[in-house]
């Protein structure tokens, strides 16, 4: 028929994307799928022009939940800061297809998909941990937010990490005792030269002063300056520019090495499952544990090498 060859798919009950695929490769090759039926003249269940129309409107409204769940799963960037905003996109997308003239069953689709959702994830923006990562990601911060209550703790909560990571990091300031100014002596007795230096009626005097500032204010600080900056591009990487900006953000920088956190899935896992299907085949059933394990591992970090 002039198309490009492709297969059907089909769908793995452990992976809901799956279904996805499979009604989505289904609808793209609708065309191919009815002449196939109607020229091997088998008695095969036939879909009728209303169930096509179902697949087809289907496949449009899982498409963004897709997207997200490819998004979330991803092994190579961050990703626990990107889980309030997809959640509030994903809301919102419902909610708009909500208004579109979908057929009353798939209707019905949208409604549970958008009550889910609401019900597993309206608190999602009063979790520290996914909070805090959105707040330290520059293309987010506190823009994201719906909540302002949300926003407000996640913001205190950040000024007090910070405020406890300038307390370990900047010690006990130099004194004229610490560098032993006015010493008169050397160790044989003599007078000392720095007794008539020129620098010590100034290094006495710098050395009492004290800082004006405490450690929640250069908390402040910083966390405001960092609110007032630019925005990040979406498809920009944020770790390059925590790397570019550490010295400019000197104490959130470290607390973006302990906080900006990777979400945890079952993707790397099942990824490996179906790597080791395809070394352990039927021609292959006698490889050892240990030479399984080696060429797993050389295939997943083949890439540090490139």
Excluded at 85 to 97: D, E, H, I, Q
Excluded at 172 to 182: F, V, Y
Excluded at 204 to 225: D, Q, Y
Excluded at 274 to 291: H, I, M, P, V, W
Aim: include cysteine.
């Amino acid at each position: 028929m002039g198309l490009e060859p492709k297969k059907l798919i089909q769908e793995v009950s452990t992976r809901w994307n799956s279904t996805f695929y499979m009604v989505s490769r289904f609808v793209e090759l609708q065309d191919a799928v009815k002449t196939t039926i109607a020229l091997i003249n088998k008695n095969l269940p036939v879909l009728s022009e209303e169930e096509w129309g179902l697949c087809k409107e289907l496949s449009t409204i899982l498409r963004p939940f897709e997207e997200v769940t490819s998004q979330i799963s991803g092994e190579r960037y961050v990703t626990g800061s990107q889980v309030i905003p997809l959640t509030r996109g994903l809301m919102s997308v419902c909610k708009k297809m909500q208004k579109e003239p979908f057929k009353p069953v798939i209707q019905n689709i949208i409604n549970e998909l958008l009550h889910g959702l609401e019900k597993r994830m309206e608190n999602v923006e009063h979790s520290k941990t996914i909070a805090l990562a959105t707040l330290l990601d520059p293309r987010f911060k506190l823009a994201v937010f719906k909540d302002e209550t949300a926003k407000q703790l996640i913001k205190k909560t950040c000024t007090e990490l910070l405020a406890a990571i300038w307390t370990e990091t900047h010690g006990k300031p130099c004194t004229a005792d610490d560098e032993e100014i006015g010493n008169t002596q050397n160790k044989d007795g003599n007078v000392d030269s720095a007794k008539f230096s020129v620098w010590e009626d100034v290094d006495n005097i710098i050395a009492k002063e004290k800082p004006t500032g405490t450690k929640t204010s250069a908390a402040i600080v910083e966390l405001n300056r960092y609110l007032d900056d630019s925005y990040l591009g979406r498809k920009k990487d944020p770790m390059g520019w925590w790397k570019e900006n550490q010295h400019v953000y000197p104490i959130m920088s470290k607390l973006v090495k302990l906080k900006f956190n990777v979400m945890a899935t079952s993707v790397p896992c099942e990824r490996l499952f179906s790597k080791a299907g395809n070394f352990l085949t039927e021609r292959r059933s006698r490889l050892s544990s240990k030479r399984a394990e080696q060429l797993l591992f050389l295939n997943g970090n083949l890439n540090l090498l490139q």
